[in-house]
């Protein structure tokens, strides 16, 4: 069965400093990857996903992940943090079979708060 | 615009009660998912379905049932049996399209009393 590790429940960094999420996975054929983002008593918003092609992917807000086969590894980056950038956020894995019900899995999140 | 409606945002019951959660899309979906959150589990898949009238259960599907009698709708019923109810619950409908993107609904918080 898929699954997805998020290390880390809470990230905190400063404002304008580097932002590292960290999501490894767990799967039997390379997944589809995603990273989704929920500011507070919201729904989910994307970021950015990776299904085939080149492994360093870029998303909405400046944030980028980079798909590591070898690490099974597809951790969430951001250059520079800012404020509005504080939210909750979710590696996610779904499988690739295009036929049937595909699962999509969920990490258990990271909290990132920025300081100012 | 296309989107994805949970309803109600906020609901409150009292212990016992069964209770129906609501979730539309207008995206032409084939795939909904029902998930729940909680502080620090992140969130949990109780039910998927891939088409109408056919749905499989996800990893705590114990205490819910859903329904799939039309491709727009996906009704959530927590059910009595559901001994720890109170929870942020999300709806989702995806793509069947090679790149998978899911929509989430702006969730609804229930809790039980």
């Known amino acids: 069965a898929q699954s997805v590790t998020q290390l880390g429940s809470h990230v905190s960094v400063s404002e304008g400093a580097l932002v590292l999420l960290r999501c490894n996975y767990s799967s039997s054929v390379p997944p589809y990857l995603f990273w989704y983002v929920q500011y507070p008593n919201q729904g989910l918003q994307l970021l950015l996903k990776?299904?085939?092609?080149?492994?360093l992917v870029k998303g909405i807000n400046g944030f980028e992940a980079e798909f590591k086969k070898s690490e099974t590894s597809f951790h969430l980056t951001k250059p520079s943090a800012h404020m509005s950038d504080a939210a909750e956020y979710f590696c996610a894995v779904s499988d690739k079979i295009p036929q049937g019900a595909q699962k999509l899995v969920f990490g258990q999140g990271t909290r990132l708060t920025i300081n100012p | 615009d296309g989107g994805i409606t949970q309803s109600p945002k906020y609901l409150f019951r009292k212990e016992g009660q069964n209770v129906t959660l609501s979730c539309e899309q207008n995206?032409?979906?084939?795939?909904m998912y029902w998930y729940r959150q909680d502080p620090g589990q992140g969130l949990r898949l109780i039910y998927y379905?891939?088409?109408?009238?056919?749905?499989q259960k996800g990893d705590i599907a114990e205490g819910y049932s859903v329904s799939r009698e039309k491709k727009e709708s996906f009704p959530l019923t927590v059910t009595s049996a559901q001994k720890n109810p109170t929870a942020f619950y999300l709806c989702?409908?995806?793509?069947?399209?090679?790149?998978?993107?899911?929509?989430f609904g702006q969730g609804t918080r229930l809790t039980v009393v």
């Open positions: 990776y299904t085939t092609g080149a492994t």
């Open positions: 379905s891939q088409i109408v009238n056919d749905f």
């Open positions: 995206l032409n979906h084939d795939a």
């Open positions: 989702a409908s995806r793509d069947q399209g090679i790149f998978g993107k899911a929509f």
